[in-house]
Structures are given as structure tokens and as C-alpha cells.
């Protein structure tokens, strides 16, 4: 599973008929470039087979019939040339040719500014990635010691960094195994809404996902083998969970006070803690009277309890987000009755591959054609990424409430007309399954039909009608109808704004994160916090994305700022370093503000995207390549070195 895939395992073997059918799946502007870097003929990406962006949401890209048969027989040509010249590893493709290459896949777009981080990205012969230092050249008989709060997504990439530069590291996680959100969530259903070629690390980027949105348990083994293969199960303490963080500012080292599964209590003493716990793993329960009173089973999608059998059961779900939308149609094919409570509809983006397997040609590309996995998962960077952003971005001129800017409302327009076609023969449904706030206010929800086919099952209820309480047999709405259940699923979410609970994290002066915060999480880039000096948050406040990207790729950014704030100590010989709170609080109004002219940031529909004080403490309103720039390396103007 590293940074490639291994080719050219197949190509030798295949006959002509084999590579055709393959090139039926092929994308076209990720296969062309691939094979130009893997034939070094840059003849096949002409310009005029350049994909199109300017037409949003479209599955040809902008190409023709024709443009596409003639990409496929240009591809077919330089496969069979590749097949009879033999297996051989390309050379890294030099700035120009990656330029050129790149070019192409992003539509001609200027991506000079992108050149370093695509490189990156791609991961076509290094990871670029790795520290090029190590410990022991920088402060060989210094100690210091990494705590790593976590082994979900980010921490197993900021364990793997740290150990790469030969930093001592250990990672406490509260569960038994490693995967966080991907450990954690195993309702049915589950499966990233990512695709897979992006949902992964640049360090190890996958040639064989099975499907191009994988299933939970595909990702829990991913992550699994990413922590066996990276060498990383040594370093972590499962079944620990930190209760507190304490720093002494006479030694400035911290303190963390654990507990283990077995309620033993320990601590553990570390010169710098990255806490990696997560935004999105407190379960959310709602607020609703009688909660307690219910007599059946009730669980949330997060703690799915797969004990309660929901065969022949009245089920009721409450919630229609990310998580109910993908466990709904499963737990309708066995209930007897199921009954949806929806507060808020969803935008829901068509998605008709979202279930599928990846096709067997396609596979068969991505093992055979050397690079095409690596410019496919750039591909869908490119495309689904930066591009959406202008389509979030608020108009201040733009009339309306539905919609933010002009394109903006053409989103909406071509979304509406999306559920308009799903749910034309259910007119009862289709009124209130139509969102009345802009696109990109609230997390898109992924869809290939399963919704709209669900929701008019006979035996499905939809209710909008507000939930008054719950009784003991059932859930009472405003119109004083009880909707008996025997089972209740709570798909309410969590609790994303209380950011680092219920840990306890004190700093300097002694003074208590929580409370500083009081419920409005901040930080510097969402990494550093002032007064709290070698302390560092991955998946921290505004580091979470609406329309761009994927949350691996702000871990790896995090984790390689974490590092070189790691490096500077380790190389200027200073205990800690600890931000300064002016450059926290520009930094903060600017994001503040950016968020603003962003869809989430001026719309009031109910989202967890903003905390009980309004604002969008989760939402990065900036591009990723600003991320990457900024978290490049640390700036020390921007610190206090101690
Ligand atoms: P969520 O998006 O916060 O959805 C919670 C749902 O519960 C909403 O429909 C919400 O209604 C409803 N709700 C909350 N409190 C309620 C109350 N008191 N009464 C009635 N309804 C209530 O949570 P989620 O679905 O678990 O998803 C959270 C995030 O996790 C996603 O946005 C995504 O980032 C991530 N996720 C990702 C995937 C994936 O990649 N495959 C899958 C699942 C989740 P309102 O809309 O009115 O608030």
C-alpha cells in the first residue's frame, strides 16, 4: 500500500480485447496524463482532450462522444506500446512535464500556484512528505516525548510523522482498536462519502479500492493496515483514555491523567501532547422531553446496538443527516415500520456510483496503468474541490434567501430539480423533502435514488411535524399524534462544538481550556493554542471542510506543522513554543470574517457547523491550497519561544 500502486502485474498477459473493455471505465483526464508520464510521450494529452469544469456537475467533463473515443484509441495505442516495451518504473516526471500534465487534467487552469502541493499529492515515486530530519541529528540526547491523543485518522498520520523523524511517541486511545469514527460507527450503512482515491493518505494512496465510496468495514481495515504497515501498534496504549491534561510550567512538560477500560488510573508525562480526538464522536442526544421514559431499546447511530434485532420492528428514527441517511433505507428493508422524523431536509447531490463497486476494468487501470490510482484521486481534487467553492461564496449584492449568488442558485436550482425528478409520483413527500435554504449551508448528503425509493416505501413514514416528547411507546408531534415504536435510533449527530470534552486541558496561569473557550473554540490554524505551549490539536476549531476536500488532507497538513514546530524546538534548543495571542486573534477574524461570505457562515438553518454562539467554529472558509501554505512550516515570528 505505499505511495503506488503494484503495476504491471497483469498488462503483459492482457490481450487487446482485455485492455478495450478496461478502457470503457477509464477517466479520461486521469488515464491520458498517466500514461503520458508512464511513455514519457506528452503527445497524449493533446489540449484539445482537455476536460471542460466550467459545466458544473457534469459526468462527461465537458467531453464529446467523439473527444472520449479518441482519448480511449490514443490510450489503447500508448497501453499496447506500454505491453510490448515491458514492465519498467517511470522516472519522476520534472516541473515541466508535471506542469504540463497537471494543466491538462485541471481543464487548463493555472495551477502554478498548486505545482508543490499537487506534487505531493500525487506521490508518484516519494512521499514528499516525510521530515528530513531526525531526532537524533537534531538533539540526540534531549528527551522528548510525543503524547498522541487518539489513533483514529489524525493521530495514526501525526504518530507516523513523528516516528519518522525519530521522535519518541506515544498514542493513548480510548478504544481497543485503532480507526476512530471508522471503529466507532458501524451502524449499517456506514461508508465514507468521500471517494476512497481521496478519502486516504498521500503516503498511502490505494490502487484497489473496492468501491469508490467504501464501506466502513473497508476503511476500518485500511486504517488498520496503515498503523500495521507504518510500523505504529507498538506505540499505542489501547483501551486508555485521557481524563486530563496539566502542564508544568516549571519544566514545562504535561501531564496526562488516564484511565484504562479496567478503571485503573495512570499518567503519562510528555514534553508535547498532539490531541487527536476528533470533532464529530460525542454522541449527540437530543434534547427532547421523556428521553428516558421510552420502555424499549433506543440507541444513537454511533452506538449502534447490534443486540436489538429491528426485524418485524416499528422503528423511529429521529434525524436525517449524513449518518441517518445512509443507515434509513437498511433498517427500512427489515422493519416492519419505520418512522423518519425529519426537522430539516437535505440537499442531496446525485451520486449514481455511490453504492457501486469500482467496474472491473476500471480496477484492472488502476492496478495495470502506473500512476493513473495517483492522477485519479488528483482528478477528483481537482474537480470536486477548489471548483465549488465560488458556488458557496455569498453574492453581498444577491437578492433572496434560498440561495447566496448566482451560481449558487443554479446549484439549487439543479439540486431541487434533482429531488423534483426523485419524488415527481410522491407529490405528498416532495414538499417537504425540498430544502428552502442555500446549498452549501448545511452538509451535502450523497445519493444515487436509495433516498426517494425509501421515503415512498409504503411501509416508511415521513413526519415533519415537530417532536413534541417521547413517550414510553413511542414519539409524540406537535399535532398530539403518538407514533409507536419499538425501537428508537437517535441519528442526531454530535456534539462538534465542544471541542476536546470531556477532557480537562490547563495550561499556564493554570488556566482551564474549556473555560477559556466557554464554548467558543479558537485556535491558531486550528493547531495552536496561546498559554498553552506544545500542546496541538489535529481536526481542531475551523479545520473541518463544506465543499472542498477531505479531512485526511487537512490531517496531513496538521501533522507536518505539528512536526516542524516539533523540529524548531528540537533544533533552537527552546523547552516550548507557544503562539501569540495577537497573531491568534488576527487569525481568528479573518477566518471569522471569510466564513461569513460563505454559505454555512451566513445562513440560519440548523447545522453543526456553527456552536451555540453562532459562529462557524468548525468551517475553514479558505481554499485548501491556503491550508497547505499556511501549514507548511511553522512562522517562530508568530510564536513565543520558551
Ligand atoms: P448531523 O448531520 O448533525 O444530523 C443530525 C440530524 O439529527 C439532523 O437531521 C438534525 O436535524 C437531527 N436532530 C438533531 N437534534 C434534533 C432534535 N432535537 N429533534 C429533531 N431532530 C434533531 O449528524 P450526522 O448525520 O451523524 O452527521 C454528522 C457529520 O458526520 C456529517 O455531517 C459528516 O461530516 C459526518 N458523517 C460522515 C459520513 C460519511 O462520510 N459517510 C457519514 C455520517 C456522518 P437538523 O438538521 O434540523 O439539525
Redesign the pocket.
Known sequence: MAGMADFSIDLAAADDETIRSALAHAEVPALLPALAWASGDLSLVPDHLRPDLSVLMDPTAGLSPDQQAEARELAFAALRRLRAAGPSAPAPPDAGTLRRLLTFTAGGADIEPYLELLREELNLSEDLRTPTWRKEELAPDRPFRVAVIGAGMSGLVAAHRLRQAGVEVVVLEKNDDVGG?WWE?TYPG?????SNHF?SYSFAQRPDWPEH?SSQPVLLDYFRRVADECGLRPLIRFGTEVTSVELDESTMTWTLQVVTAAGEEDTVEAHAVVSAVGQ?NRP?L???PGLERFEGPAFH??RWDHDVDLTGKRVAV?????????FIPEVAEVAAELTV????P?WFIPTPNYHDPVEPGALWLFRNVPGYANWYRFWIFWRNVEGLMPAATVDPDWQGEQSVSQLNELVRQLLAGYLQAEFADAPELLEHVIPDYPPFA??FIRDNGVWARTLKREDVHLVTD??EEITADGVRTADGTVHRADVIV?????K?SEFLTPMKVVGRGGVDLHERWAGDARAYLGITLPGFPNFFLMYGPNT?IVVNGSITYFSECEARYIVGCIRELLATGHRAIDPRPEVHDAYNERVDAANLKMAWGVSS????YKNATGRSAQNWPFSLLEYWQQTREPDLDDYELL
Open positions: 469514527t460507527n456506514c461508508r465514507v462519502d468521500v478519502y465510496f464529530l449527540n437530543p434534547d427532547i447511530s454511533a429521529i434525524g436525517t443527516g449524513a449518518s441517518a441517511a445512509q422524523f425529519q426537522r430539516t437535505a448545511k452538509r415537530p417532536i437517535y441519528g442526531t449527530g454530535f462538534a473541518n438553518v440548523n447545522s453543526w
